[in-house]
């Protein structure tokens, strides 16, 4: 039963494999560090497989004390970010 409990929380897609416990990605094997709310992002898609996530679900998750900001959360990716923005999300 516990081999069944430990493959539940880590899940494998392409080069990548998280640990939902750990909190870790990796690629390849090689630890990649991410931050609390991308991997919180991470989590609940990966959690979802195949479902809408929504902008408000989102903003609920990372967010809990600002539900009443409209505007909180939005952003654009798009070629105009610093490297370090993109990289942190993708």
């Known amino acids: 039963m516990q081999e ?4 539940a929380r880590v899940i494998r897609f ?8 750990s909190r870790e990605l ?6 990649i560090k991410l931050q609390d709310q991308p991997f ?8 979802r ?11 609920a998750k990372l967010w809990p004390q600002n539900m009443g900001s409209p ?7 798009g070629s105009e970010l610093s490297p370090w923005t ?5």
């Not at 069944?4 to 493959?7: D, I, W």
């Not at 990796?26 to 630890?31: A, D, F, T, V, Y």
């Not at 497989?49 to 903003?59: N, Q």
Request: hydrophobic share 35%; proline share 4%.
């Open 86 to 90: 993109a990289n942190s999300i993708r």
């Open 49 to 59: 497989p195949g479902e809408l996530v929504t902008r408000e679900e989102i903003r």
């Open 40 to 47: 919180q992002v991470l989590a609940m898609l990966l959690e």
């Open 26 to 31: 990796r690629k390849l094997g090689i630890r």
């Open 4 to 7: 069944a409990t430990q493959r």
């Open 71 to 77: 505007r909180l959360g939005d952003c654009r990716v």
């Open 14 to 21: 392409g080069p990548f494999e998280t640990d939902l416990y």
